[in-house]
């Protein structure tokens, strides 16, 4: 199984950026996809999470201006990013809780990580 994100980029204050992550390989099902982000001295913190079934969670610092979504047909999973502020600088990671077979254990997987980096 491989995450592949991609869409991370500069980009000024108040500005958008999409960010997109695909899973592929032998894949059963996805229960839990979401984005993590990590800014330079700091901790890896959970940012969006959507999982099936349920409504998207968002850490408070993000809330009214980032939306996590997310294709099932296609196995991707997107994080739409509005009103960037400085502090949203960050290494942007997809993360994904797959199965790999019916009877098989859900495992987590992470992506290679791709910069966003905002300007003030």
């Known amino acids: 199984v491989q995450l592949q994100a991609s869409g991370g980029g500069l980009v000024q204050a108040g500005g958008s950026l999409r960010l997109s992550c695909v899973v592929s390989?032998?894949?059963?099902?996805?229960?839990?996809m979401a984005w993590y982000r990590q800014a330079p001295g700091k901790q890896r913190e959970l940012v969006a999470v959507a999982t099936n079934g349920a409504n998207p969670k968002y850490v408070d610092s993000v809330k009214g201006r980032f939306t996590i979504s997310r294709d099932n047909t296609k196995n991707t999973v997107y994080l739409q990013m509005n009103s960037l502020k400085a502090e949203d600088t960050a290494v942007y990671y997809c993360?994904?809780?797959?199965?790999?077979?019916?009877?098989?254990?859900?495992?987590?997987?992470w992506g290679q990580g791709t910069q966003v980096t905002v300007s003030s």
């Open positions: 993360n994904a809780d797959v199965k790999r077979r019916l009877l098989g254990a859900t495992e987590s997987y």
């Open positions: 390989g032998s894949i059963f099902s996805i229960n839990v």
